[in-house]
């Protein structure tokens, strides 16, 4: 019953994860769309972007390692 | 004695479209042919494989070429793909452990099985075929076309367009014959460490040619300001645009026939979801063929076709040998997605029109040979109506990701609903693309909002109320759905 219920929390918080990017990467795009300010020698919208190249699978790799218990929540 | 520039860079291409058919054909011949097999590789893929194989399939021509064009052409509303590439996958984790579980309980192959199975219709099912056939032909088209131009760049025009496309696609109908899902799992990883090694190289152009990409930004807001937010270049892609077409690429990713195949393969639910979470560190990957576009439009701005953007830089920056394996990697980009599209077309049309639909009394095994005789009228298909009727092509493409999308209510509800039935998914699924018909063609994209999400809308609402009207399939069908497969336990 307790492992079941580990089970169902692993599944929730790696839902919750998996979400982050899309839910943020849709809603943001209002927020995000300007030139200013360069960072990393890129324009805002384009630097978000490729911020998001890289935390979204860190996310996403956070969740699988939860989702299989390599991580404990 | 000198080689010219054109034969050399032809030979490199060639030559890794022979090797990957060799490992193709490889690949299948060791394995017992078998409906199973040749669809869905046994469900033995291992993580590895399955990694590179949908890689390869995403990471398509369009990746290679049109990405690069986008950028060229319209800019900043190019970064709607490089989003979709990390949210798509997010959908990817979420999704494909259900279908490899429910897939790997009841023995489905395709994605129409899906819905023949949850919904007790094969006529569902054939619709759900017919759709997804209709909506798959013009992305294979799109393949096609995508190799002969990469193909005729690359070898300076020694060869032409159209012998490039039907040599290269005659020797991709013969490995799908012969190795099946698994030949064109092997040649994808193949191709994906190729596309990794291309996608270094083209990141190096802006440093070495304007000095950091700050340069070539800070040029491109004197030179053309518009292409570095939306609304974009054109100034129609504003943010209701972005939105909405992201959500639709965020829903509608993992309703393509080929991608829910993958998940059927992979040998376990782990390494599927294994899959999805490491393949969204792939995405990165477009970030330098949308550079490349940008830097295009500074260095090219004449350019007669935008997805010409890489080729053209490459010939004008590169050594003629780098030349040939950009070309290669373009080549086989568009190639193993191709194959995938014409494996995948060719298991739905065998599998749910003909054996669940025409012929039921047709074998597991008459229908395995069906799928690969199809296979090469597929690809005739398609190659046919590249050449002479690109127009229509062009109309369905519009509509592709739109109609792919109107399968999520039924799969979705499917796994998580009790009352959901035959009746309203098919009556939503009419309506949805309908309405994606008319908001393509008609009234285009109203308020900006794009016209799949116009069809998802309708087509949410029809399933629902359609299916609170009428019954839902047997109860042992719930049960072995929501209870048994959908809810780990």
């Known amino acids: 019953m307790a492992g079941r219920e580990a089970e169902r929390r692993r599944e929730r918080y790696a839902l919750y994860l998996a979400l982050i990017a899309p839910v943020i990467m849709i809603l943001s795009a209002s927020v995000v769309n300007t030139t200013e300010p360069y960072i990393a020698g890129m324009p805002f919208m384009f630097f978000w972007h490729v911020l998001w190249l890289i935390i979204g699978p860190m996310f996403l790799t956070i969740a699988y390692l939860i989702r299989i218990g390599k991580i404990k929540v | ?489």
């Open chain 2, 1 to 489: 004695m000198e080689i010219a520039p054109g034969t050399l860079a032809l030979g490199i291409i060639f030559g890794w479209i022979i090797i990957s058919t060799v490992i193709a054909i490889l690949a299948g011949i060791l394995k017992k042919f078998s409906l199973e097999e040749w669809f869905v590789a046994s469900r033995g893929l291992s993580f590895v494989v399955i990694y590179f194989a949908l890689a390869a399939e995403i990471y398509s021509g369009f990746t290679f070429l049109g990405l690069a064009g986008w950028a060229y052409k319209f800019g900043a509303p190019v970064l709607y793909a490089l989003a979709y590439f990390v949210t798509a996958y997010s959908t990817g984790f979420m999704l494909t452990p259900y279908y490899n579980r429910i897939a790997r309980k009841l023995g489905l192959v395709t994605q129409p099985d899906y819905f023949v199975a949850r919904y007790e219709s094969r006529l569902l099912g054939v619709l759900v075929a017919i759709i997804g056939v209709v909506f798959f032909i013009p992305y294979i088209q799109l393949q096609i076309g995508a190799t002969g131009i990469i193909i005729e760049l690359a070898s300076y025009g020694a060869i032409e367009r159209t012998t490039a496309m039907i040599i290269a696609f005659i020797l991709v109908a013969i490995f799908i014959f012969i190795g099946g899902i698994r030949g064109v799992a092997w040649t994808n990883v193949l191709q994906g460490i190729l596309m990794w090694c291309i996608a270094i190289a083209l990141l190096s152009v802006p440093f070495i040619t304007f000095g950091g990409l700050e340069q070539m930004f800070k040029r491109l807001e004197v030179v053309s300001p518009q292409h570095l937010t939306l609304p974009g270049a054109a100034g129609v892609h504003g943010i209701p645009w972005y939105m909405s077409t992201l959500l639709l690429c965020t829903l509608g990713f993992w309703m393509f026939p080929h991608l829910v195949m993958r998940a059927y393969a992979a040998k376990d639910e782990r390494a599927i979801m294994r899959s999805c979470a490491w393949m969204s560190w792939y995405s990165i990957l477009g970030f330098p063929i949308v550079i490349i576009g940008l830097f295009a439009v500074l260095m090219y701005p004449e350019l007669v076709n935008p997805d010409w953007a890489v080729m053209w830089t490459a010939r004008d920056l590169f050594p003629v040998w780098a030349v040939g394996l950009v070309g290669a990697g373009g080549a086989a980009a568009a190639i193993s997605t191709g194959a995938g599209l014409i494996q995948a077309s060719a298991g739905i049309i065998a599998r749910n029109i003909i054996q669940r639909g025409i012929w039921p009394k047709a074998t597991d095994i008459q229908t395995a040979w069906i799928a690969r005789f199809l296979v090469f009228l597929i690809t005739i298909v398609a190659l046919l109506l590249q050449l002479y009727a690109p127009a229509l092509l062009v109309a369905l493409l519009l509509m592709s990701y739109s109609g792919m999308v109107q399968f999520f209510p039924g799969v979705v509800l499917g796994l998580k609903t009790k009352w959901v039935t035959k009746p309203g998914v098919t009556a939503g699924l009419i309506a949805g693309v309908l309405v994606v018909i008319l908001t393509t063609f008609v009234w285009k994209n109203p308020l900006q909002i794009h016209s799949g999400i116009w069809g998802l809308m309708v087509n949410f609402i029809v399933t629902v109320l359609a299916s609170k009207m009428t019954k839902p399939p047997s109860e042992a069908t719930v049960k072995a759905f929501i209870e048994e497969v959908a809810v780990r336990t």
